[in-house]
């Protein structure tokens, strides 16, 4: 029933992209730091959303149980356990923030009122605490939710619905902080109750959609027997890719009509830069991607039954969702509008080849992931 085992060579190529690309990172920190940490940023969260989202998806399914989250569990659970890796990568920019928020070092007398009144929030010290808080809080929850979810024979403690439900609560406390201080002050004037909801529906979408398409090429999910009836294993998977896709597709048109109804110009401001010098057409295949093309591919039941297209939907998917993140995070430290800089590249190949180098060497072995769990038990 296998098509493809993972090698643990696989990660070879991965590190050397990952070298190349921190090599050019710090070639950039000197001639253009700015553009440097600006797609360091955009890709960090973009990664940091796989281990997060993953955790989200895992929890809820320990309140809700079904075959799908059973089947996806094994690649999930290695996405939670690159966490540590994708909190490193913040790091970077927090040693030059003055670079990326337009609110540190700033006289405040020269800020907009509007953002002169969040400076009780806004202030450096308290925004790393937060941070670490949150980081804290994302580890202690990973490694409880790496155990309760560990296969049969390796688990020492049994994950309840109080545990995940509270889980829940604290995991959507950080991603609400994650959302405020990373994404919204880089445009401070902006305000958004729906963003922070938002982030998370994106990061559920991306790491559902990675998870398809790494269990896909690794399993025939497309033949094996799902929770009904007549219905393959792969159509649960991807019926529920599609449920939380249209949940980040409702929040999105949400924000986008409050904003629209609202007409405040500080508000409006966010959509118009996002909708011109070339952002407009990023947009647009972004709405394609993420929305149009798999809306329709995952109401054809022979897509989800098929090997090739359970991979494409998830690629489109995963595309999309990059996309998404690029269009949110970039445009306001971008004076060039919608351009790819080798900075971007450099910072992508870094963080992504280290990042996907963890993830193939957890996911080669699943058994790496309870060896170190059950090391930290022991001590």
């Known amino acids: ?16 992209v990952a070298a190349a690309g921190f090599l050019l990172c710090g070639v950039g920190l000197f001639l253009n730091p700015r553009a440097t940490l600006a797609g360091w940023l955009t890709t960090a969260l973009f990664l940091l959303g796989f281990p997060l989202g993953a955790m989200t998806v895992l929890m809820v399914h320990g309140l809700t149980g079904g075959r799908w989250g059973d089947a996806l569990r094994p690649p999930l659970r290695a996405m939670v356990a690159t966490l540590p890796v994708g909190l490193l990568l913040f790091l970077p920019v927090l040693t030059r923030l003055d670079l990326v928020f337009p609110w540190v070092g700033a006289d405040p007398a020269m ?15 308290f925004f790393i605490g937060r941070f670490l808080a949150c980081a804290l809080a994302w580890l202690v929850l990973a490694w409880l939710v790496v155990g309760w979810t560990a296969p049969e024979g ?7 619905t109080t545990g995940y ?10 991603a609400t902080a994650l959302a405020i201080d990373w994404m919204l002050s880089i445009e401070p004037e902006f305000t958004s109750t ?8 994106a990061e559920v979408v991306g790491a559902c959609a990675l998870a398809l398409v790494v269990l896909a090429a690794s399993r025939a999910i497309e033949t094996m027997p799902g929770g009904e ?8 998977v991807a019926n529920m890719l599609f449920g939380f896709m249209l949940m980040w597709t409702d929040l999105s048109f949400m924000q986008w009509l409050i904003v629209w109804a609202g007409d405040l110009p500080e508000e409006i401001h966010w959509y118009v830069l996002r909708g ?18 798999p809306f329709f591919a995952f109401l054809i039941r022979s897509v989800k039954r098929s090997h090739r297209g359970l991979l494409g939907l998830g690629a ?17 430290l971008s004076a060039a509008g919608a351009q790819v800089s080798w900075p971007d590249l450099a910072a992508f190949a870094g963080a992504g080849g280290a990042w996907c180098a963890f993830f193939l060497y957890l996911w080669a072995r699943p058994d790496r992931i309870a060896v170190r769990r059950r090391r930290l038990v022991r001590g």
């Open 229 to 236: 009836e007549d219905v393959a294993l792969g159509e649960d």
């Open 1 to 16: 029933m296998r098509r493809f085992a993972w090698p643990d060579g696989l990660s070879a190529p991965t590190i050397a």
């Open 316 to 332: 489109v998917v995963l595309a999309g969702h990059f996309l998404d993140v690029v269009w949110r995070v970039r445009p306001s």
């Open 111 to 125: 800020l907009p009122e509007a953002v002169r009144q969040k400076l009780a929030y806004l202030n450096v010290p």
């Open 165 to 174: 439900a509270i889980g829940l609560i604290v995991h959507g406390l950080a």
């Open 154 to 160: 390796d688990r020492s403690r049994q994950g309840t």
């Open 276 to 293: 011109r010098n070339g952002w407009q057409y990023l947009l647009w295949l972004l709405i394609a991607l993420q929305f149009v093309v």
């Open 194 to 201: 729906i963003y922070a909801l938002l982030e998370a529906a």
